[in-house]
């Protein structure tokens, strides 16, 4: 566990040219969490780069812009294909909620860009701070005593803020 955890944290940096292997260790974090995960665009050619189903009809609709570089905002073409995609999302889960997250070096929309309600960004000090925690949660996993037992486990989550109650408001952040 602590190997698989070290290579997600390895994979989930913002680096240009990294964007399929980015969108997969998202997907896998999903995994890892228990939470169930996929990758539309990936898998039908059309939606987010990742799509979490979270308890009670509750999403997170996710683009990952972890190759563009900082320095102008939040491009408009960015801002657009997450605003797609929660049309995409809300044309298919008629019942569910969804919060639109991006990954991206900046929380500040840049000109033309009009932001997407309740969109939430995971900046730089987010993934770092995602990384850590993921890095603190998998060392929990050693022991035997917590890697076997589900109320373990689940303190450790929420210990890390890596549950569905607390993952979007430790990591996420409002755009400027």
């Not at 905002?73 to 960015?78: E, F, L, R, S």
């Not at 309740?118 to 949660?137: C, Q, S, T």
């Not at 450790?156 to 409002?174: C, G, H, M």
């Amino acid at each position: 566990m602590k190997l698989f955890a070290d290579g997600l944290c390895s994979d989930l940096q913002f680096k240009p040219g990294t964007s399929d292997v980015f969108e997969a260790a998202v997907n896998d974090l999903a995994w890892f969490l228990g939470i169930s995960g996929q990758r539309p665009e990936k898998q039908y050619k059309e939606g987010p780069d990742n799509l979490w189903a979270l308890p009670n009809e509750y999403f997170l609709v996710i683009e990952c812009k972890n190759g563009v570089t900082a320095g102008s905002g939040i491009a408009k073409k960015d801002a657009g294909q997450l605003g797609q995609s929660v049309e995409w999302f809300k044309t298919r889960y008629l019942a569910s909620t969804c919060v639109p997250i991006m990954l991206h070096p900046e929380r500040t929309l840049g000109q033309g860009a009009n932001g997407v309600a309740g969109m939430r960004v995971i900046d730089p000090a987010g993934l770092e701070k995602l990384r850590n925690n993921i890095r603190g949660f998998s060392k929990q996993l050693v022991d035997p005593d917590v890697a076997t037992s589900m109320t373990e486990v689940a303190k450790r989550l929420a210990q890390f803020e890596l549950n569905a109650d607390a993952f979007v408001n430790a990591f996420a952040k409002q755009i400027k």
